[in-house]
């Protein structure tokens, strides 16, 4: 099992950059894929963003792609999320998600989830 806690949220003006990441312990990340994931109010979970066990292969959801980078470091059991070229429409709670078996794209295919962070993008 392991434990998921992000940071690096906050308030950022549209067209700004911030990245989050997220910090695991317990069973080590490198067994795991990990994705990040998305919720705005009133709105479904959203696939963001998911990397492979060794960082081989990424993916994006369209709506982030050639703006989010994903990206990990095994050694230091950190998962990172650099979004550049925000926009409002990117406000939500953001969320770290890992899966032993591939690539989550789907909430529910994740094994466990962080707590969130929020992501505030101001116009």
């Known amino acids: 099992q392991v434990q998921l806690v992000e940071s690096g949220g906050g308030l950022v003006q549209a067209g700004g950059s911030l990245r989050l990441s997220c910090g695991a312990s317990g069973r080590t990340m490198n067994y795991y894929a990990m994705s990040w994931f998305r919720q705005a109010p009133e709105q479904e979970r959203e696939f963001v963003a998911g990397i492979s066990r060794v960082g081989s292969s990424t993916v994006y959801g369209d709506s982030v792609k050639g703006r989010f980078t994903i990206s990990r470091d095994n050694a230091k059991n950190t998962l990172y999320l650099q979004m550049n070229s925000l926009k409002p429409e990117d406000t939500a709670v953001y969320y770290c998600?890992?899966?032993?078996?591939?690539?989550?794209?789907?909430?529910?295919?994740?094994?466990?989830w962080g707590q969130g962070t929020q992501v505030t993008v101001s116009s």
């Open positions: 998600a890992a899966r032993s078996l591939g690539i989550a794209t789907m909430s529910g295919l994740v094994n466990y």
